[in-house]
Structure formats: C-alpha cells, structure tokens
C-alpha cells in the first residue's frame, strides 16, 4: 500500500475533523515558531556578554541587558 493508498483511505475517516486538524497543524507551527525565541534571545544574549567582556564592563553595566532579557523570556512564558 502507498502512501497516496493509505490518505484515501483514512480521508473518509478524518473528513468531519478537517477544521480540527488544520487548526492543530496551524497551532503546532505557531509554536514551533515561539520556541525558536529562547535560541533567537540566547545568540542575543552571547553577544551582547561577550561585547561587555571585551570592553571590560561591569555587572553594573550589564544590568539593562539582563532586565531585557529577563522580561522577554518570562513573557513568552506567561
């Protein structure tokens, strides 16, 4: 049996969740997309420490950064 076998046959079966099915397939990719936001603020995050390290800052002068980055990652969770 073929792949192309197997959707005609489970069509019928899945025909009365259709609308179900495309929302969850359209949820799964929205969250796939959000969970990329921890790598996207990681990279962020390397750069700008490894930024302040070469320049010889201190704490004090890291604290925006660390703000920012507190607040967006505990909104993505929220």
């Known amino acids: 049996?073929?792949?192309?076998n197997l959707f005609r046959h489970l069509y019928p079966?899945?025909?009365?969740y259709q609308k179900l099915l495309l929302a969850t397939l359209f949820l799964?990719?929205?969250g796939s997309f959000a969970a990329q936001v921890n790598a996207?603020?990681?990279r962020?995050?390397?750069d700008h420490v490894n930024e302040l390290l070469l320049a010889n800052k201190t704490l004090k002068d890291g604290i925006k950064l660390l703000?920012?980055?507190s607040i967006v990652l505990i909104g993505k969770e929220s």
């Open 40 to 42: 996207l603020i990681l």
């Open 44 to 46: 962020y995050t390397v």
């Open 1 to 4: 049996m073929t792949i192309s």
């Open 28 to 30: 799964t990719a929205i």
């Open 13 to 16: 079966f899945v025909k009365p």
């Open 67 to 69: 703000t920012f980055i």
